[in-house]
C-alpha cells in the first residue's frame, strides 16, 4: 500500500511538472513568432502600425506598392508580395524601417514575372 501511495505521489508531481512546462512553453510560442511568419491576429496598435507603413509605401516615388501586402505585430514589419524592379525590394525595407514605430523588417518580396 505504502509503495502505491509513493507512486500515486510521484505520478502526480511529475504531471504537475509537465503541465507547468507545457503552459509555459505554449506561452511562450504565443509571445514570439517565427522571423519568416507573419502573424495571425494584430493589436489595434499593429493594424495602425500597418496603415502607416501602407501609406508611405504608397508615397514613396520610384516605387509601385500595388502589389505589397504589410503585416505588422510589435514593431515587426513583414513585407510579401512582388515587385516590378529589383531596386524596389531594397527601397521598400528603406522606407518602411522610416515609419515610426518600426523596430526591424523581414522583406519577403520577390520580383513579378515579366508580362
Do not use: Y
Request: charged share 15%; proline share 4%.
Amino acid at each position: 500500500m505504502k509503495l502505491i501511495l509513493i507512486l500515486f505521489a510521484a505520478l502526480c508531481a511529475a504531471s504537475a511538472v509537465f503541465a507547468q512546462t507545457n503552459m509555459a512553453s505554449n506561452i511562450a510560442s504565443q509571445q514570439a513568432l517565427p522571423s519568416h511568419e507573419a502573424p495571425r491576429k494584430q493589436s489595434p496598435d499593429d493594424k495602425a502600425l500597418d496603415r502607416a507603413v501602407r501609406r508611405q509605401l504608397g508615397r514613396t516615388h520610384g516605387l509601385d506598392a500595388t502589389g505589397i501586402s504589410v503585416r505588422s505585430h510589435g514593431g515587426v514589419v513583414w513585407l510579401a508580395g512582388t515587385v516590378s524592379d529589383p531596386a524596389q525590394i531594397d527601397l521598400a525595407a528603406q522606407v518602411v524601417r522610416t515609419v515610426a514605430g518600426v523596430s526591424s523588417v523581414v522583406n519577403k518580396l520577390t520580383l513579378r514575372a515579366p508580362m
